[in-house]
């Protein structure tokens, strides 16, 4: 079993900059497609952004299509989700998911 952990998270003014990792550990995930995640209260997990498995393809929502980017180290056990210009409407916790494990999750707060 994968375990993965993120971390990255924190508070950031609008028009900032984060840049999450999610850690995994237990085995490699390099023969699994990566996915970020997001939840906020009340609301539906939604998939933020995916990457296959040697990183070729990748897959944005809308919402955050040219301001997020994700990428993975294999070699590292890691993949990543840059974000840029975030807005308000990017707070939530945000998770990590691989094909059978999910993180703990890492919150994200846009305020000014």
């Known amino acids: 079993q994968v375990q993965l952990i993120e971390s990255g998270g924190g508070s950031v003014q609008p028009g900032g900059s984060l840049r999450l990792s999610c850690a995994a550990s237990?085995?490699?995930?390099?023969?699994?497609?990566m996915a970020w995640y997001r939840q906020t209260p009340g609301k539906e997990r939604e998939l933020v952004s995916s990457i296959s498995q040697t990183g070729t393809t990748t897959y944005y929502a809308d919402s955050v299509k040219g301001r997020f980017t994700i990428s993975r180290d294999n070699a590292k056990n890691t993949v990543y989700l840059q974000m840029n210009d975030l807005n308000f409407e990017d707070t939530a916790a945000y998770f990590c998911k691989g094909a059978k494990s999910w993180g703990p999750g890492t919150k994200v707060t846009v305020a000014s």
């Open positions: 237990g085995r490699a995930i390099s023969n699994e497609v």
